[in-house]
């Protein structure tokens, strides 16, 4: 076990996400905390022991962490110098007054500095099976107490070799998906560094996936979710026409087969829904296709940005691995693949693996599980399709059947039962299509008697996602998503 301790002394931590300047980072990411050390090792000129035990860190597995929540601080908008010009007039020819009447050729340009106020000021690094002799921890003891800042240089920090550290919440996690990313060094990182030190800004490392686990004394009951897992595995649309939403079983279905076809042997009944190769459709619950839109903000157009597979939580991650890993990855790296939808074109997908992605590619979107707040209202993206054909002779018996329908529709994925059912076949999100806009679901005899509709369900609690329901949940039919925008 080897563990370092981070205080920050004021209480919060400035520094900027590296995929977004416009908010923080937290936690603080491995490998800033590896470059604020190696920087002080630069700056103090310490000794061979310091960089040999700097590189011994850097060849271990990325840490566990141990931190708590944060909330983000407004940022405000700075108007700071730039480099002096050449010019007292400055780039544009005009003096720029300071200090009274004085001239100089120094500009401004906005600046924010996104600020993290974590609830404890306290974050720790683990490495519960490392291997440090003493001598690499008695120089890493020397070295942590040189450090003075992590990001920005007012985010004063205490820094030292922890020998009784608490559990961490944090762990890396090779899983198909994850809900934290975070930048960890590589074996080869002091080198590049002491390369570029100090004139050049260093690159961007690799990331790491992480997954939140909750320690014994700090457990807190989880919300109702579904039959799937919390967490969606997302691809993004790499290269390819544009499609909108009412696309969608074209999406699904060329999905569906090029993973059936990846599988390296018959695809199991979680992967291809059926017992058996020619057997009958399955009773248990099976891998879904979503599809993923921009969808539900200010100037939504529906374009679908990319998909994702929801699976059954009680699939173990071996067998995700066995079936999905060839479609996902080759040697490690994220494979391309090729979806065919006819007359539409085709596109190129690839798992979704950047820090920086749109909305619609992020799982707690559609989840409202991991860093997101459960929600107790969800509105329906593509059409629920009913099991049934509602009967009645007007409207409004026929949308009562309908919500029944909807309800017990939502206890058969694991869900509690709604206290409210509305149906609609507008849709309430900006960008959706109507729900006549969407292909008929082709299931059985009685095609055109199936029954899409859109829906606004309320729960009496909040719930996670993904929420899939109807006769079309496993091709991407009655997605919900989290309702939070005003009642209209």
Request: glycine letters at 8%.
């Amino acid at each position: 076990m080897f563990a370092i301790g981070i205080r920050y002394l004021c209480g919060w931590s400035m520094a900027t996400h590296p995929a977004d300047r416009q908010r923080p980072e937290w936690p603080p990411h491995p490998d800033r905390v590896f470059m604020a050390l190696a920087a002080a090792h630069f700056e103090t000129d310490g000794g061979t022991a310091e960089y040999e035990a700097l590189r011994l860190l850097s060849s271990l597995e990325p840490p566990s962490v141990a931190a708590s929540d944060a909330y983000d601080r407004q940022p405000v908008t700075n108007f700071v110098p730039v480099n002096d010009d050449a010019s007292p007039l400055g780039k544009k020819g005009q003096a720029l007054m300071a200090a009274g009447s004085l001239p100089i050729g120094r500009g401004r340009q906005a600046r924010s500095f996104p600020v993290a106020v974590p609830e404890r000021d306290v974050v720790y690094l683990l490495w519960p099976d490392a291997d440090v002799s003493e001598q690499s921890r008695l120089a890493l003891r020397q070295l942590c107490p040189k450090v003075t800042a992590v990001g920005h240089s007012a985010s004063l920090v205490q820094m030292w070799v922890e020998d009784n550290p608490p559990l961490p919440n944090l762990e890396p996690t090779d899983g198909l998906s994850a809900r934290r990313r975070l930048r960890v060094p590589g074996p080869n990182r002091l080198e590049e560094l002491q390369d570029r030190y100090p004139e050049v800004r260093p690159n961007v490392t690799g990331w790491q996936g992480y997954q939140e686990i909750l320690n014994p004394d700090e457990e807190k009951p989880a919300a109702p979710g579904t039959v799937f897992v919390d967490e969606l595995i997302v691809l993004r649309r790499k290269e390819g026409e544009a499609i909108g939403l009412e696309s969608t079983l074209l999406l699904t279905d060329a999905l569906r087969g090029a993973v059936m076809r990846s599988c390296p042997d018959q695809p199991p009944d979680w992967v291809s829904g059926h017992d058996g190769p020619q057997g009958p459709p399955s009773r248990r619950p099976h891998l879904a296709f979503l599809p993923l839109a921009h969808v539900g903000r200010e100037h939504a157009d529906g374009r679908l940005l990319g998909a994702a597979l929801a699976v059954p939580r009680e699939v173990g991650t071996g067998e995700q691995y066995r079936c999905l890993a060839r479609f996902l990855f080759r040697e490690n790296e994220p494979v391309e693949q090729r979806l065919t939808f006819g007359r539409l074109g085709e596109w190129t997908i690839v798992f979704e693996d950047r820090e920086d992605r749109p909305v619609a590619l992020r799982s707690e979107t559609w989840t409202a599980a991991g860093w997101a707040e459960p929600s107790p209202r969800w509105a329906s993206v593509t059409p629920v399709v009913l099991d049934r054909y509602p009967k009645g002779r007007d409207g409004a018996e026929r949308a009562i059947q309908a919500a029944r329908t909807i309800r017990i529709a939502c206890q058969r994925v694991g869900l509690p039962e709604p206290t409210e059912v509305i149906v609609t076949t507008a849709p309430l999100f900006t960008g959706v299509p109507h729900a006549r806009s969407f292909a008929p679901l082709a299931q059985g005899p009685n095609v055109n008697r199936r029954f899409h509709t859109h829906a606004l369900v309320t729960f009496p609690e909040p719930v996670c996602g993904p929420i899939l329901i109807g006769a079309g949940r496993y091709r991407g039919y009655g997605l919900l998503r989290p309702w939070r925008e005003p009642d209209r």
